[in-house]
């Protein structure tokens, strides 16, 4: 490595200096590159990172460029090129601290070292997790705290392509390494196939072998109305109540014994009696003071409706049981490619909501209902749709649970991964509660404005730099880092899904 790659020029600010690069030296000197150059006063190295590179020609001015169209001429003579730093801070106990004094112009640049890099970004290796190396240095590892990634959630922001359930794979990898609980909710089937020797995947879905339930007494008013978009106010309110009657009478119920109570109040409607044997459940007054209120088409309309919920075969009443969707060292794939939006909304909803609730039981020690003895990690893709930024004409079920979790999941064991194509898309509230930020490639600029102004870690310069970012790299900022860096994200383990299809190989192929 060299000594130095060249001094320091023009005006230096605590924020910022330029330094013109030595001849011979213009190969070590890149983007996201580490420099030191000593302070002013204290000659303490100062450590700082290159944002930009410009090449100026003092003999070819920008006022030429009108001449130059109309001639051949060019001249190498008089080119320096020059870096734009940003000034980090100096080394200290607790990482690093903001200089107080500025650079001398004239001040020798030299490259980092290696060590002082790995010591800033030094982490516990019993408890953080390997995603890759420096874009800039192979050399040196990028560890972040998996105590911090989990317990103040964390962000996979990138463009289609870029990478980011590849990025995922390899967190969810590292976490299956130390032997943690790991949920996804899966809307492309992407994940199913991912399998860490020595731990265990389980896939859910809609069909199969492995099929998630929802436990049906657990299912609020929303949750009918948004499985059942055609439901009237009438029936609604008829909905509550009979939900409301069914849960003092059954400890758990499923969608039967609701209809079983539609049909009595059917019956008690039409002929005064019933032959169900769902009627002597149910003390006849409460059955009558439900038959004045509302008229026989609307119990028929509901019972036609929470017959066609019924016929999904997704709710019954237990439910898939939460441990066994929560275990250690297991993965956990929601599939829910076979699933319709809003039975994805209702299962993510449900499910969290469950887990949540159950975290928070155990850790108070208080109120009915299972308990969970296992923190776990959630991770959301296509979050935009399960969080999104507004709700247009419907009510986006999972959003209110997810911001919940979002705000109070730290302090019940409770981690949540946002990954998203679209962060323009997002709920800012739940955006913002992600402390850490995976983010790759992303081009759109209202994408890459919303990020700045949602999360308070990605500063103006991170977010220029994102159009440039190369497929698999990614800029790693927040609290499970202790240094933003440009990473180079590691190859991952395990199988890879929801690659990109090769349309005109798959073409030659068939047309022989």
């Given at each position: 490595?060299?000594?130095?790659?060249?001094?320091?020029?023009?005006?230096?600010?605590?924020?910022?200096?330029?330094?013109?690069?030595?001849?011979?030296?213009?190969?070590?000197?890149?983007?996201?590159?580490?420099?030191?150059?000593?302070?002013?006063?204290?000659?303490?190295?100062?450590?700082?990172?290159?944002?930009?590179?410009?090449?100026?020609?003092?003999?070819?001015?920008?006022?030429?460029?009108?001449?130059?169209?109309?001639?051949?001429?060019?001249?190498?003579?008089?080119?320096?090129?020059?870096?734009?730093?940003?000034?980090?801070?100096?080394?200290?106990?607790?990482?690093?601290?903001?200089?107080?004094?500025?650079?001398?112009?004239?001040?020798?640049?030299?490259?980092?070292?290696?060590?002082?890099?790995?010591?800033?970004?030094?982490?516990?290796?019993?408890?953080?997790?390997?995603?890759?190396?420096?874009?800039?240095?192979?050399?040196?590892?990028?560890?972040?705290?998996?105590?911090?990634?989990?317990?103040?959630?964390?962000?996979?922001?990138?463009?289609?392509?870029?990478?980011?359930?590849?990025?995922?794979?390899?967190?969810?990898?590292?976490?299956?390494?130390?032997?943690?609980?790991?949920?996804?909710?899966?809307?492309?089937?992407?994940?199913?196939?991912?399998?860490?020797?020595?731990?265990?995947?389980?896939?859910?879905?809609?069909?199969?072998?492995?099929?998630?339930?929802?436990?049906?007494?657990?299912?609020?008013?929303?949750?009918?109305?948004?499985?059942?978009?055609?439901?009237?106010?009438?029936?609604?309110?008829?909905?509550?109540?009979?939900?409301?009657?069914?849960?003092?009478?059954?400890?758990?119920?499923?969608?039967?014994?609701?209809?079983?109570?539609?049909?009595?109040?059917?019956?008690?409607?039409?002929?005064?009696?019933?032959?169900?044997?769902?009627?002597?459940?149910?003390?006849?007054?409460?059955?009558?003071?439900?038959?004045?209120?509302?008229?026989?088409?609307?119990?028929?309309?509901?019972?036609?409706?929470?017959?066609?919920?019924?016929?999904?075969?997704?709710?019954?009443?237990?439910?898939?049981?939460?441990?066994?969707?929560?275990?250690?060292?297991?993965?956990?794939?929601?599939?829910?490619?076979?699933?319709?939006?809003?039975?994805?909304?209702?299962?993510?909803?449900?499910?969290?909501?469950?887990?949540?609730?159950?975290?928070?039981?155990?850790?108070?020690?208080?109120?009915?209902?299972?308990?969970?003895?296992?923190?776990?990690?959630?991770?959301?893709?296509?979050?935009?749709?399960?969080?999104?930024?507004?709700?247009?004409?419907?009510?986006?079920?999972?959003?209110?649970?997810?911001?919940?979790?979002?705000?109070?999941?730290?302090?019940?064991?409770?981690?949540?991964c946002m990954v998203s194509q679209r962060p323009g898309k997002l709920d800012s509230d739940v955006l913002s509660q992600c402390n850490t930020q995976i983010i790759m490639?992303?081009?759109?600029?209202?994408?890459?404005?919303?990020?700045?102004?949602?999360?308070?870690?990605?500063?103006?310069?991170?977010?220029?730099?994102?159009?440039?970012?190369?497929?698999?790299?990614?800029?790693?900022?927040?609290?499970?880092?202790?240094?933003?860096?440009?990473?180079?994200?590691?190859?991952?383990?395990?199988?890879?899904?929801?690659?990109?299809?090769?349309?005109?190989?798959?073409?030659?192929?068939?047309?022989?």
């Amino acid at each position: 490595m060299p000594d130095d790659v060249g001094q320091v020029i023009g005006t230096t600010t605590l924020r910022l200096f330029r330094f013109v690069i030595k001849e011979g030296k213009e190969n070590f000197v890149k983007r996201d590159e580490f420099v030191i150059v000593p302070e002013a006063v204290t000659g303490r190295d100062v450590l700082g990172v290159v944002k930009e590179i410009m090449i100026s020609n003092e003999l070819l001015p920008d006022e030429f460029g009108r001449d130059l169209r109309l001639t051949d001429m060019v001249l190498s003579e008089g080119e320096y090129p020059i870096a734009t730093v940003k000034v980090l801070g100096y080394e200290a106990e607790d990482g690093l601290e903001t200089p107080r004094h500025g650079v001398y112009p004239g001040a020798k640049v030299s490259l980092a070292p290696d060590e002082l890099i790995k010591r800033l970004l030094q982490q516990d290796l019993s408890k953080a997790a390997h995603i890759g190396s420096l874009s800039t240095r192979d050399s040196i590892p990028v560890h972040i705290s998996i105590n911090e990634l989990i317990s103040r959630h964390c962000a996979v922001l990138a463009m289609t392509g870029a990478g980011k359930s590849y990025t995922v794979g390899v967190l969810i990898e590292e976490l299956l390494e130390k032997k943690g609980s790991v949920i996804v909710f899966d809307p492309h089937g992407e994940y199913k196939e991912l399998k860490m020797p020595g731990s265990e995947t389980k896939v859910f879905g809609v069909d199969g072998d492995l099929k998630i339930r929802v436990e049906v007494s657990t299912l609020t008013s929303s949750d009918y109305a948004n499985l059942i978009p055609d439901i009237t106010a009438t029936q609604r309110d008829l909905l509550d109540e009979i939900v409301s009657i069914a849960s003092r009478f059954y400890d758990k119920y499923d969608l039967k014994n609701v209809l079983d109570l539609l049909s009595v109040v059917y019956d008690m409607k039409n002929t005064g009696n019933s032959q169900n044997g769902a009627a002597e459940v149910f003390p006849p007054e409460i059955i009558k003071s439900v038959t004045k209120k509302v008229s026989l088409s609307t119990i028929g309309a509901l019972m036609r409706r929470l017959r066609r919920l019924e016929r999904m075969g997704v709710f019954n009443v237990d439910g898939t049981s939460l441990d066994v969707i929560v275990a250690p060292n297991q993965l956990s794939v929601i599939n829910l490619s076979e699933a319709d939006e809003r039975i994805s909304e209702t299962i993510i909803a449900a499910t969290t909501r469950n887990i949540f609730d159950a975290r928070k039981r155990f850790v108070k020690d208080e109120g009915d209902g299972p308990r969970l003895e296992i923190p776990t990690f959630i991770v959301i893709e296509e979050a935009h749709n399960f969080a999104p930024r507004s709700m247009d004409e419907r009510l986006i079920l999972s959003r209110s649970i997810l911001r919940k979790i979002a705000r109070e999941g730290r302090k019940f064991g409770v981690g949540l991964c946002m990954v998203s194509q679209r962060p323009g898309k997002l709920d800012s509230d739940v955006l913002s509660q992600c402390n850490t930020q995976i983010i790759m490639k992303i081009m759109n600029p209202s994408d890459q404005e919303y990020i700045r102004q949602s999360v308070e870690t990605v500063t103006e310069d991170i977010v220029r730099d994102l159009p440039s970012l190369s497929r698999g790299e990614a800029i790693v900022v927040g609290s499970a880092i202790n240094l933003p860096v440009a990473t180079k994200i590691r190859e991952r383990k395990t199988k890879v899904g929801g690659g990109d299809i090769d349309f005109v190989e798959i073409w030659r192929e068939k047309s022989k």
